[in-house]
């Protein structure tokens, strides 16, 4: 079983944890997830495609991603994350690292979270991405407009909280 530490409002840790996908949050607790945004030189982006399973959001385009464990950092978990999803190492990046933090409340569902958005330039081709078949069905590199295209046809996640990392 996975767990998530709580953070408060201030993105501090509480002490407290949470076990993964457990919406019983009580008002000002937060858990911390992370996005890995891959960019070739060519300005070109890795998006994947949500396999059709998935609970939330089956068949849409996003950038990988996902929950930070309890005891883990958030560079840590965009690492593990992208590595699981992509098969892509971003240890071998030619630049890159945190760019921001967004804050997502929802207390009608009982879900609040903070984002941590992490950019890496990667000089990468197809066949050095080997998808994790229980998360993707798919993907592609593309473009800002190709992806603002997407999400303006509400296929692209979280599209406007990061969307300045594909300007």
Partial sequence: MEFWDIYDK???LTGRTMKRNDWTMADGDYHLTVLGV??????????????STKEWAP????????GVRAGETSEEA????????TGLDINNAVSGGYVFT???DNPEERNNYFVDVY????DVKESDV???????DGFEFADAAQIKALADQGKFLHYDSIKQVFA
Wanted: hydrophobic content about 35%; glycine content about 8%.
């Fill in 59 to 66: 068949g849409a385009f996003e950038v990988s991603g996902g």
């Fill in 38 to 51: 891959i960019r070739r030189p060519d300005g070109k982006f890795l998006i994947t495609k949500r396999v």
């Fill in 78 to 85: 965009v690492r593990r994350e992208v590595l699981e999803e």
């Fill in 102 to 104: 967004y804050r997502r």
């Fill in 10 to 12: 201030d993105k501090k």
């Fill in 119 to 122: 950019e890496f330039v990667m």
């Fill in 130 to 136: 080997h998808l994790q078949v229980e998360e993707t």
